[in-house]
């Protein structure tokens, strides 16, 4: 094969093009990113999260060791009323008697690191007195402890460093009270233990290690806090997002439509944050005053497919000022003024005096394009544009499914002069390779693109090397539209061993282990060989055949920052490529290169790149691309 590049047909792209989108489907957030290690520390879980099941209640992942001792739940005078629920332990001494709490399939830790426990308590009847906080392994060892003494009768917040004498995976939390008399009553609420070691050590933090993988990817933003978590599956189960902010204990925990528990300690100040650390831009994305299609009654069966029935609905009109209120109310909490303005101040009260610069709010998530979502959009749409015009708005064209109106989401955001607008679609990789002129064919007049969510589906929903090359290969033609595809992100991003709702994700992850897919390399590979300027190149191969042209894909593009020209080669056909490479034009100044691949069977799940130097002599240089392969190859002048 020839490639030959066109130095004198450049363009410029966008710089943004590779993100990431987090949505809290799989236990992405608590059990996963959010450090948190005690399951269900509100004491709010609640039937309802989870389709009603009786046993997902409050005292869920809680239980008594040794006799003489009772768990119950109170509403009674909770430190605040969105936090209605919380814990009674009634210990009849002298016993040992420990409430118990399970963590999120088991608490790990390890030898010699610190972590910061606290709790409310207060003695319902009875003095109190001493009580011992332990980490045990499951054979009853002791891990870690330490000692706090309970006696006030009010709400009192303590706190504690543990520090692990050795490793555990599965090891438990335990509050023991020491040498009590009689028969005492002590509440407690918000029981927390957070590893001191978070990503950039930040309190209420992120795992450290999943954190790191994400920052990798060196994502350019990071839309959160979903998806359909977003808007909901119900009006009352809109993502609310001045109940995810302040004091950790009024946050209002939410029901997560995938069937489990937000507690939102990972709310919106700490996206915000989680963002500011990755040098990402925040992308929130709240609903467009109708929840999920429209529809108060939509669920997503097993394989991730969504079916929606019943009436379609959205917020009243008459809460809609408040709703939109809500919406110009999050921009303040972001840019405002620290001292001149309420949302502004509420950010700083937070810890962030400074604004957090947010430029792109999305409005909508796959909705259904009806009259309900319609006249909601537009008046949202209408006030942020009007209150905030340096914020791009990002509208959504309604999901991609066959027999939906994609493109009436489409004519809407002309007519209305929508700047952006999300578009999803999870396909076959046989669609991803045969469309790679998707955009090309595109109205440059209409809005930009941000490719909110995409990725390749195989039967039996793996993510292998066909998935991830057949991404890559897209990604291409992407980058070559990069002047109105602004942003893209691959969905979902992560799952929690055993807590899985959707597969492929981008990473799986247990306790102690974060384990990136293929495709998380594809987007590695792209997230930290992007460029800012496109250089349109003639591929030649020496079959002709269109079926195995669209098997090879090129894209060749230029960091204006380190003046490092990249060259994305996929190859997926069965057998190696040679190829000439070409940089017409281009006068290499004393360059050096590094060439990384990532290949393996199309089936293969473990593949992983590989680098090494390549040798750049000019601007004219072979190349033989492996049979099923994606190939970055960076050249630096030196
Ligand atoms: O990414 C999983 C889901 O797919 C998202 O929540 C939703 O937007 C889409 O249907």
């Keep these: 094969a020839t490639i030959q590049v066109k130095a004198d047909e450049a363009k410029s792209i966008s710089n943004h093009l590779i993100g ?23 004491f709010e879980y609640a039937p ?4 009603n099941d009786q046993n997902w209640n409050s005292t869920h992942s809680w239980s008594v060791r040794g006799a003489n001792g009772k768990l119950s739940i109170a509403t009674e005078n909770p430190i605040h009323p969105n936090n209605s629920h919380y814990a009674v332990l009634e210990v009849n001494m002298p016993a ?10 088991g608490i790990a830790v390890k030898k ?15 003095k109190g007195g001493k009580v011992k906080v332990a980490l045990q392994t499951k054979d009853g060892k002791e891990v870690a402890m330490a000692v706090l003494s309970v006696t006030s009768k009010e709400w009192k917040k303590q706190r504690a460093v543990l520090t692990a004498y050795q490793d555990a995976t599965d090891a438990v939390l335990t509050i023991t009270p020491l040498v009590w008399m009689g028969t005492q009553q002590l509440a407690l609420d918000m029981v927390s233990l957070f590893p001191q070691k978070t990503f950039k050590g930040r309190k209420n933090g992120l ?12 994502p350019r933003f990071v839309r959160f806090p979903g998806g359909c978590v977003a808007h909901g599956d119900g009006i009352d189960n809109i993502y609310d997002w001045k109940g995810s902010i302040g004091p950790l204990e009024a946050r209002k925990p939410l029901r997560n439509l995938w069937g489990y528990h937000q507690t939102r300690g990972l709310g919106y100040h700490e996206y915000f944050l989680f963002c500011e650390d990755m040098g990402a831009e925040p992308v929130p994305v709240v609903a467009a005053g109708v929840p999920c299609q429209n529809s108060g009654t939509c669920a997503h069966h097993s394989k991730g497919e969504l079916t929606c029935m019943g009436q379609q609905g959205g917020i009243p009109m008459e809460e809609m000022p408040q709703y939109i209120q809500d919406v110009l109310d999050l921009i303040e909490y972001a840019n405002g003024d620290a001292r001149k303005t309420v949302w502004g101040k509420k950010r700083a009260e937070a810890g962030h005096p400074k604004p957090f610069n947010l430029k792109y709010i999305g409005i909508g998530n796959e909705d259904m394009i009806t009259e309900v979502f319609v006249e909601r959009f537009k008046m949202i749409f209408d006030a942020v544009k009007e209150k905030y015009p340096e914020v791009t708005v990002i509208g959504t064209t309604g999901p991609f499914y066959e027999g939906t109106d994609y493109e009436v989401g489409w004519e809407l955001a002309t007519e209305l002069g929508v700047p952006m607008v999300d578009e999803h679609y999870y396909v076959e990789p046989g669609w991803l390779i045969h469309n790679q002129d998707y955009y090309d064919r595109y109205d440059r007049k209409k809005a930009k693109v941000y490719l909110g969510e995409y990725a390749a589906h195989l039967p039996g929903r793996p993510n292998n090397v066909e998935t991830a090359l057949a991404e890559a290969l897209y990604l291409t033609a992407v980058e070559r539209n990069g002047d109105v595809v602004e942003m893209t992100s691959y969905a979902p991003l992560l799952a929690k061993d055993g807590h899985t709702q959707w597969n492929p994700d981008l990473i799986y992850f247990n306790n102690t282990e974060v384990k990136p897919t293929v495709g998380y390399y594809t987007q590695l590979m792209y997230g930290q060989n992007s460029g800012n300027e496109y250089f349109a190149s003639d591929v030649k191969l020496n079959n002709g055949w ?30 190696e490529v040679s190829a000439r490479v070409k940089l017409d034009g281009v006068a290499l100044v ?4 590094t060439k990384t691949v990532l290949a393996g069977d199309p089936k293969d799940r473990g593949a992983k790149p590989v680098s090494s130097d390549f040798k750049v002599e000019g601007n004219d240089f072979p190349y033989a691309m492996p049979a ?9 002048q030196n």
């Design 48 to 51: 309802t999260d989870r389709g």
């Design 207 to 218: 795992r450290a290690d999943l954190a790191q993988t994400l920052a990798d990817l060196h």
């Design 546 to 575: 269109d079926a195995v042209k669209k098997r090879v894909g090129v894209s060749v593009v230029k960091d204006v920052h380190t003046g490092d020209y990249i060259v994305k080669l996929v190859n997926m056909l069965p057998v």
């Design 96 to 105: 040992e008697v420990s409430l118990v709490n399970s963590g999120f399939d």
């Design 112 to 126: 010699e690191e610190k972590y910061d426990f606290s709790f409310f308590s207060k003695m319902l009847e009875g």
């Design 20 to 42: 990431i989108f987090f949505e809290d489907i799989n236990y992405a957030a608590d059990g996963g990113l959010y450090a948190e290690l005690i399951q269900n520390r509100d």
């Design 628 to 636: 099923y392969s994606f190939t970055v190859i960076r050249i630096h």
């Design 590 to 593: 004393n360059p050096s290169a």
